[in-house]
């Protein structure tokens, strides 16, 4: 791999940080045109010609011809010519804004290579792309992966009792949106993807608050998930048998209490109430919530089991279908939060909001309270 001299490197850091300022005509429409991996290289070798009309023509060819060229635009990114790196980096984020996932899928890839360049301003101007557009990343990462048969749920940071517990509410917070991201992922029976599709879980941006659960018997070891998670920071990997549709009061006391119980869940449906205290799964006495839990893990989707709980001083047996993890798309908290920032746009003096500051839509980073 060729190394940038010293008398280079400024230029060089100069030309990456305006980089995203010259912008292709054509971008997000890149298509895959028939050009040869011949005339790529020529077009590469335009990149840095005395006449700029010719650079900029090389520049502008290379955005219309897709995935067939990353190969040869992740070589010359790493250039000793400023320029020819320059441009090469500018055509793969355009190509990374194509409609085409093979080519958006591609020039990701490509982009995390670089980030292991031994080339700093290299390494510098792939992280820059890709923290440019790590919103888009991330709902295309949404997008695969409920492609692929997965379950995602977008929450905000009212969610999680950890998070509360972490977020300070100011003087004006109550009255303001809050930032929707992805929060729960379920890989059900459904998940076509296998362990390999779970690498787009890096181009999630938000993950201090990202639960994964993965379903027995979707395909996915637990141990390769689990694996997986300890490179991603903050990422918490969780196993689950079948769905039963009911939440159990946290804390330490040794009973499984129900709490609540999901609209129209295999629970619900069976006829379990809040502030029924299950006693046993089948045979096996139940303690704690999470005792629960493990035991679920030893089912099938689809298997009836015996529930028995004790309710107003009587022990009743509920027969109960076990089924599919199912969650709607958004928390409610989500849902509210996506209504107040419409309400916000059409009215910005009823909050008190900065016409400027009002975000283009509820996934905007600019929902989070600072």
């Given at each position: 791999?060729?190394?940038?001299?010293?008398?280079?490197?400024?230029?060089?850091?100069?030309?990456?940080?305006?980089?995203?300022?010259?912008?292709?005509?054509?971008?997000?429409?890149?298509?895959?045109?028939?050009?040869?991996?011949?005339?790529?290289?020529?077009?590469?070798?335009?990149?840095?010609?005395?006449?700029?009309?010719?650079?900029?023509?090389?520049?502008?060819?290379?955005?219309?011809?897709?995935?067939?060229?990353?190969?040869?635009?992740?070589?010359?990114?790493?250039?000793?010519?400023?320029?020819?790196?320059?441009?090469?980096?500018?055509?793969?984020?355009?190509?990374?804004?194509?409609?085409?996932?093979?080519?958006?899928?591609?020039?990701?890839?490509?982009?995390?290579?670089?980030?292991?360049?031994?080339?700093?301003?290299?390494?510098?101007?792939?992280?820059?792309?890709?923290?440019?557009?790590?919103?888009?990343?991330?709902?295309?990462?949404?997008?695969?992966?409920?492609?692929?048969?997965?379950?995602?749920?977008?929450?905000?940071?009212?969610?999680?009792?950890?998070?509360?517990?972490?977020?300070?509410?100011?003087?004006?917070s109550r009255s303001r949106p809050f930032e929707v991201y992805p929060r729960i992922i379920i890989l059900g029976k459904k998940w076509t993807g296998g362990l390999e599709a779970l690498?787009?879980?890096?181009?999630?941006?938000?993950?201090?608050?990202?639960?994964?659960?993965?379903?027995?018997?979707?395909?996915?070891?637990?141990?390769?998930?689990?694996?997986?998670?300890?490179?991603?920071?903050?990422?918490?990997?969780?196993?689950?048998?079948?769905?039963?549709?009911?939440?159990?009061?946290?804390?330490?006391?040794?009973?499984?209490?129900?709490?609540?119980?999901?609209?129209?869940?295999?629970?619900?449906?069976?006829?379990?109430?809040?502030?029924?205290?299950?006693?046993?799964?089948?045979?096996k006495k139940v303690g704690p919530f999470q005792d629960l839990i493990d035991q679920l893990k030893e089912y099938e989707i689809g298997q009836t089991v015996t529930i028995t709980v004790r309710r107003n001083g009587e022990t009743k047996a509920l027969e109960?279908?076990?089924?599919?993890?199912?969650?709607?798309?958004?928390?409610?908290?989500?849902?509210?939060?996506?209504?107040?920032?419409?309400?916000?746009?059409?009215?910005?003096?009823?909050?008190?909001?900065?016409?400027?500051?009002?975000?283009?839509?509820?996934?905007?980073?600019?929902?989070?309270?600072?």
């Amino acid at each position: 791999m060729n190394h940038l001299s010293s008398k280079s490197l400024p230029c060089f850091a100069l030309l990456i940080l305006s980089a995203s300022a010259i912008a292709s005509d054509d971008q997000g429409n890149v298509s895959t045109s028939s050009t040869t991996p011949a005339e790529i290289a020529h077009l590469i070798q335009q990149l840095e010609h005395p006449d700029f009309s010719q650079r900029e023509a090389a520049t502008r060819q290379l955005q219309q011809t897709g995935e067939i060229a990353i190969t040869a635009l992740l070589e010359a990114s790493q250039s000793q010519s400023p320029e020819v790196a320059t441009r090469s980096l500018q055509v793969l984020e355009d190509l990374f804004l194509s409609d085409d996932p093979a080519t958006f899928i591609a020039v990701d890839d490509a982009l995390n290579e670089l980030m292991d360049s031994t080339q700093g301003m290299v390494v510098v101007a792939a992280s820059q792309i890709l923290a440019r557009h790590m919103l888009l990343r991330e709902k295309r990462a949404v997008q695969i992966i409920r492609d692929l048969g997965g379950t995602v749920q977008y929450g905000t940071i009212e969610d999680s009792y950890a998070s509360q517990q972490r977020f300070m509410m100011g003087p004006t917070s109550r009255s303001r949106p809050f930032e929707v991201y992805p929060r729960i992922i379920i890989l059900g029976k459904k998940w076509t993807g296998g362990l390999e599709a779970l690498k787009y879980l890096r181009w999630l941006a938000h993950r201090d608050d990202l639960t994964l659960y993965v379903v027995r018997g979707n395909g996915v070891p637990l141990a390769d998930a689990q694996a997986l998670g300890a490179t991603l920071p903050n990422l918490n990997v969780l196993e689950r048998g079948p769905y039963l549709g009911l939440v159990g009061r946290s804390g330490d006391q040794p009973i499984c209490d129900v709490d609540d119980v999901a609209p129209d869940g295999p629970a619900m449906q069976a006829g379990l109430r809040p502030g029924d205290t299950i006693l046993k799964l089948e045979d096996k006495k139940v303690g704690p919530f999470q005792d629960l839990i493990d035991q679920l893990k030893e089912y099938e989707i689809g298997q009836t089991v015996t529930i028995t709980v004790r309710r107003n001083g009587e022990t009743k047996a509920l027969e109960v279908v076990l089924g599919e993890w199912k969650m709607s798309d958004y928390s409610d908290n989500a849902q509210r939060a996506i209504e107040q920032t419409e309400q916000i746009k059409s009215n910005p003096r009823a909050l008190d909001t900065p016409p400027n500051s009002i975000p283009s839509d509820p996934f905007d980073d600019r929902l989070i309270e600072k």
